[in-house]
């Protein structure tokens, strides 16, 4: 009897507990991740949020730096845009993006309309936002023409930083290709191991010039313009090959 009993008691705390979880929400499944191109637009975003804000805040250094990140990011991702839509690529790039780093380089920037311009752009970056995400993908080489240039941008911010005395960012931006370049180098090594062998051999110089409390600005750019001469060749290349397939 009493082993009987403990067996109605057990059924009825499983049929219980099943009630339970039966009635509790489900939670909903993922959604699915964005492709590459797609998630890679979307990470600039925020760099014109920042410069929107600061200048809203009035914090004119603030919106110099973040529009200067914009730049650097939107150049890794501008080839879906300017593939996809010239005349959108033409707006953000070469009217707001134009106008707005123009004021922004004056003694005593007109915060208001810079404020309404840049408004304008983050409205128009979320328009390439959706024409992206609706649109079908772009071939595969459009990815690696992306994910090169995404990794070189820091490189290219580190000749201005140097000669705008900043020694801190330079040294950072040069860290920053460094850590990022194991991501892409075998895209350069596919293409060419000459021009692999002399971006490695460029880096390390690189790295050694910037070393010194007071670097040489001259032998520095130098050395970077010679990797870039290098990198830009195999972006060229790749990017020519993707423009000529459907």
Known sequence: MMNFTRYVVLGLLVASAADVAAREPRPESAAPADRFEVAQIKIVRPTLVRTLDALKAKDVAAARAAFEEYDSAWNGI??????????????LEHDLQAKIAEGLRAASPDIGPLAMQTQTMLAKYDEAIRLVEQAPPLNPLFDDVARLRIVRASLREVTPALKAGNLAKARKSFASFDERWDSIEDLIKAR???AYDAIEKGMIDIERALMPATPEVDRVSALVSGVLDRYNAIVAEITKEARSRP
């Open 78 to 91: 501008e080839v879906y845009i300017n593939t996809r839509s010239k005349p959108m690529y033409d707006e």
């Open 192 to 194: 060419s191991r000459e």
